[in-house]
Nanobody, 122 residues
Framework: QVDLVESGGGLVQAGGSLRLSCTTS????????IAWFRQTPEKRREFVAA??????FKNHANAVKGRFAISVAGNTIYLQMDSLKPEDSAVYYC?????????????????WGQGTQVTVSS
């Protein structure tokens, strides 16, 4: 069984910063990629960023490039979010891939956390 636990969400003003954390457990021999996705009631699930377990390969969505940064330290994956905008408001999920190479397709990720709410006020 794979467990992913997110933390770090909250309410912040536009222009502010938050750091999300995702701690993984349950697959000690796996070196699969981890990604962050986000979802709002109005939009479908959206790719945010992904990283290989070694941290070598990273992939960021165009909408967050230059503002968000994904990183990995052991079994914890971080998403540093700076210059936040109201349109960044969503539930953020971390997910573990079935592959080592990070991808943008949510169907490549069979394991998901419970999500953490990020709200950016204008």
């Amino acid at each position: 069984q794979v467990d992913l636990v997110e933390s770090g969400g909250g309410l912040v003003q536009a222009g502010g910063s938050l750091r999300l954390s995702c701690t993984t457990s349950g697959r000690p021999s796996a070196e699969h990629a981890i990604a962050w996705f986000r979802q709002t009631p109005e939009k479908r699930r959206e790719f945010v960023a992904a990283v290989s377990k070694t941290g070598t390969f990273k992939n960021h969505a165009n909408a967050v490039k230059g503002r968000f940064a994904i990183s990995v330290a052991g079994n914890t994956i971080y998403l540093q979010m700076d210059s936040l905008k109201p349109e960044d408001s969503a539930v953020y999920y971390c997910a573990e891939s079935q592959f080592q190479t990070p991808t943008r397709d949510w169907t490549d990720y069979p394991y998901w956390g419970q999500g953490t709410q990020v709200t950016v006020s204008s």
